[in-house]
């Protein structure tokens, strides 16, 4: 035995309210359940509506639930983040205060030291590109500071600094030799 369809609504306030409607498939849809109002079978409605037996169904139910407004489609919610609140507290505050040495084992922290520190206080798995993409939204980006070669002569950055090499650019000199017209 089929659905009833809500009793609050007719063919003409279902016809009215996809007329109204901006979205094409709620409008689809409300047409189809237009047709059973009207009395035609739930396979002559899945016949306009372009869907199969079990779709009108499904229309039905969300139609009854939530009249023309249930017939909207809606994004999906996905996949809850990994990480809440108190772990992105936790990240914070170590971020803020550094790594020790003696006890993490490192001097700067990375990535993965981070995930470590997750996995170990709160049991939660994190991938490095997660991690990095909850970092940057926390505010921090990933820098580090350049390496300094252990031969650097510091008379040869003064040298630099003060533009004691020559302009890369220079102007030539007219050749003598070339004929202008």
Known sequence: MPIALRTDFDAVAVRSAARKSKDGAQARRLLALAAIYEGSSRTEAA??????VQIVRDWVV??????????IDRKAPGKPPL??????????EAIERGP???????VRWRIVDLAQMLWDDFSVSV???????????LGYRKLSARPKHHAQDP??????????LPPS?????PDSRVAHR
């Open 169 to 173: 650019w220079t102007r030539s000199k």
């Open 127 to 137: 991938s490095k590109p997660t991690l990095s993409r909850e970092l940057r939204a």
């Open 100 to 106: 020790i040495p003696a006890a993490h084992g490192v």
């Open 62 to 71: 969300k139609f009854n639930a939530s009249g023309p407004e249930g017939l």
């Open 155 to 164: 008379e040869a950055i003064e040298a630099f600094k003060k533009g004691a």
């Open 83 to 92: 990480l809440n609140a108190t772990h992105r507290a936790a990240l914070v």
């Open 47 to 52: 016949r306009l509506g372009s869907v199969t």
